[in-house]
């Protein structure tokens, strides 16, 4: 096996914008793969998994206090 990836000719779908990604995707640290025209974009795109991600912070942070 390679990876969490059941198959080395899985073909991936960006999770930013819906377009295929192709075998080997870059990755977002927040949602997984993306295509390559998302990972250069990356820094002025939003990114949903990072909103989530950073909320899930906050909400903990109000939890503890």
Known sequence: MFGI????ATRFVCRHCKKDAGYDPEMCVYCGPICA???????TKDCEGEKRF???IAKAKEKKL
């Open 5 to 8: 990836y059941y198959h080395p």
């Open 54 to 56: 950073l909320s899930e």
């Open 37 to 43: 025209d998302c990972f250069l974009e990356q820094d």
